[in-house]
T-cell receptor, first 114, second 111 residues
Framework: NAGVMQNPRHLVRRRGQEARLRCSPMKGHSHVYWYRQLPEEGLKFMVYLQKENIIDESGMPKERFSAEFPKEGPSILRIQQVVRGDSAAYFC????????????FGPGTRLTVT | QKEVEQNSGPLSVPEGAIASLNCTYSDRGSQSFFWYRQYSGKSPELIMSIYSNGDKEDGRFTAQLNKASQYVSLLIRDSQPSDSATYLCAVNSGGYQKVTFGTGTKLQVIP
C-alpha cells in the first residue's frame, strides 16, 4: 500500500511566479491536511480538506494561497506570486475516515524562492 | 497560552539511558494523543498513539497519558544514537479530524 505521495520533492521558483504542489493521499484516505515548516521551526497547520470541500483553512494566508481536493486527482496547494518568505518545506498528510485522527505524512515539497 | 506545549530542548541523554519527553495541552476535552518522530530534513513519522489514561508500550517506546493533569509523555528505553531526532506531540481537540502539533523536543543520544 503506497504511502502519501507528494510532488515535486523540490521546487525552485523565482519571485512572482506560481508554485503548485501536489499531494496524493494514501489509498482509502479521504482527509488531507497541508502544513508548512520553516527551518528549525515547528509544523504550522494550513488547511484541512475532504473531497471537494475545504473544512478548515484557518492557517492559510488569505492572499496568494489556495488549496483544493477535487473529486478526481490529487490535492493541490497553489501559491501565487511567490515571495522569498514562502521558502519552506510543505508537508501533506492524510487520514482515513471514521477513525482516530491518525495522520500520515508524505515526504514533503521543499520550495525555494529565488 | 499555547494549545500544545513542549520543551524545545535539546535533551541530551547517553546511549542506553531512558529518554523522557513531555507534553502538556490546554483543552480538557482532548481525546486523542500522538507522538511523531522527525529526523532532520525528513517528514514526521507517527510512532505512538494513545487514547486512554495510563501507559501504552510498543517496543522501546512507552506513551503515558494523564488527562486529569493534561499531560502526555514519551519514554524511550535503551536510547540509541539513531533515536536522535525531534519528537512532536500532537493532540486532537476538535470535533473533527484536526490535530494540533507542539513545536517539538530535539533529542540527542550521545554514544
Amino acid at each position: 500500500n503506497a504511502g502519501v505521495m507528494q510532488n515535486p520533492r523540490h521546487l525552485v521558483r523565482r519571485r512572482g511566479q506560481e508554485a503548485r504542489l501536489r499531494c496524493s493521499p494514501m489509498k482509502g484516505h479521504s482527509h488531507v491536511y497541508w502544513y508548512r515548516q520553516l527551518p528549525e521551526e515547528g509544523l504550522k497547520f494550513m488547511v484541512y480538506l475532504q473531497k471537494e470541500n475545504i473544512i478548515d483553512e484557518s492557517g492559510m494566508p488569505k492572499e496568494r494561497f489556495s488549496a483544493e481536493f477535487p473529486k478526481e486527482g490529487p490535492s493541490i496547494l497553489r501559491i501565487q506570486q511567490v515571495v522569498r518568505g514562502d521558502s519552506a518545506a510543505y508537508f501533506c498528510a492524510s487520514s482515513p475516515p471514521y477513525t482516530s485522527y491518525e495522520q500520515y505524512f508524505g515526504p514533503g515539497t521543499r520550495l525555494t524562492v529565488t | 497560552q499555547k494549545e500544545v506545549e513542549q520543551n524545545s530542548g535539546p535533551l541530551s541523554v547517553p546511549e542506553g539511558a531512558i529518554a523522557s519527553l513531555n507534553c502538556t495541552y490546554s483543552d480538557r476535552g482532548s481525546q486523542s494523543f500522538f507522538w511523531y518522530r522527525q529526523y532532520s530534513g525528513k517528514s514526521p513519522e507517527l510512532i505512538m498513539s494513545i487514547y486512554s489514561n495510563g501507559d501504552k508500550e510498543d517496543g522501546r517506546f512507552t506513551a503515558q497519558l494523564n488527562k486529569a493533569s493534561q499531560y502526555v509523555s514519551l519514554l524511550i528505553r535503551d536510547s540509541q544514537p539513531s533515536d536522535s531526532a525531534t519528537y512532536l506531540c500532537a493532540v486532537n481537540s476538535g470535533g473533527y479530524q484536526k490535530v494540533t502539533f507542539g513545536t517539538g523536543t530535539k533529542l540527542q543520544v550521545i554514544p
